[in-house]
């Protein structure tokens, strides 16, 4: 990354082409979902680069937007980690693998989701299958 350039490209929200998804695995009040978007998030991009998606999605333009760059990643763990895995990248394509990989892990979640009705166990469930 050039030393002029922004994180993330300067982005400041998230979007999303699984909107479906994220509604079907997070509810504060079912103990078998995510209580929150932002660990359902979280959780799909952790899945997405552990399975090891890294190039195989393309990015989107449709998306709805999800949440805010800020609270999704305050501490920059998220921008070192992708960083690290798409270090020749710019802050925008660092941005769009983030959101590629959100897309395809939320949509594994919510495949497994179906299955098992509980989160954890659709979580334990795609690791496994790696």
Not at 53 to 71: C, D, F, H, P, V
Request: charged share 25%; net charge negative.
């Amino acid at each position: 990354m050039a030393a002029s350039e922004k994180i993330w490209g300067g982005a400041s929200k998230i979007y999303t082409t699984k909107r479906g998804a994220y509604n079907k695995i997070v509810d504060s009040d079912n103990s078998n979902k995510f209580s929150r978007q932002i660990d359902a998030f979280h959780t799909a991009v952790a899945v997405a680069i552990r399975i090891g998606i890294t190039n195989s999605t393309e990015y989107n333009e449709n998306r709805e937007e999800l949440a805010n760059m800020y609270s999704i990643d305050p501490d920059g763990i998220l921008w070192a980690l992708i960083s690290s895995l798409h270090y020749e990248a710019s802050g925008d394509e660092r941005f769009k693998q983030l959101m590629n990989y959100a897309d395809y892990g939320i949509q594994r979640l919510s495949e497994e989701f179906d299955i098992y009705g509980n989160i954890q166990s659709a979580i334990d469930a795609i690791l496994k299958k790696k």
